[in-house]
């Protein structure tokens, strides 16, 4: 079992910039491929970007221009920065962590863009 806490989400302006991190509970997190999804308001959960045991990052063709995702191996932890931040942005931000059949998701973090 592998717990995931994500943190780093709040209210947010319009333009801003903003980094999320997720923290695993595994001594074999570089053997996790990570990815972060978002669930809007009345949205199905969507993926946002994903980065793999080796470090190549994927995004959703809409977010490849504004969001960067990284890992730390050494930390157990994986990030998503945000930037020029939208009010389509506002969401409920999920960490997942996959290692072959298995698939272990976080509470999610908040991440609200209003001016």
């Known amino acids: 079992q592998v717990q995931l806490v994500e943190s780093g989400g709040g209210l947010m302006q319009p333009g801003g910039s903003l980094t999320l991190s997720c923290a695993a509970s595994t001594n074999i997190f570089d053997f996790y491929a990570m990815y972060w999804y978002r669930q809007a308001p009345g949205s199905q959960r969507e993926l946002v970007a994903g980065i793999t045991t080796g470090g190549a990052a994927n995004y959703a063709d809409s977010k490849k221009d504004r969001f960067t995702i990284s890992r730390d191996n050494t930390a157990n932890a994986v990030y998503l920065q945000m930037n020029n931040l939208i009010p389509e942005d506002t969401a409920v931000y999920y960490c997942?962590?996959?290692?072959?059949?298995?698939?272990?998701w976080g509470q999610g973090t908040q991440v609200t863009v209003s001016s």
């Open positions: 997942n962590a996959r290692f072959e059949s298995f698939s272990y």
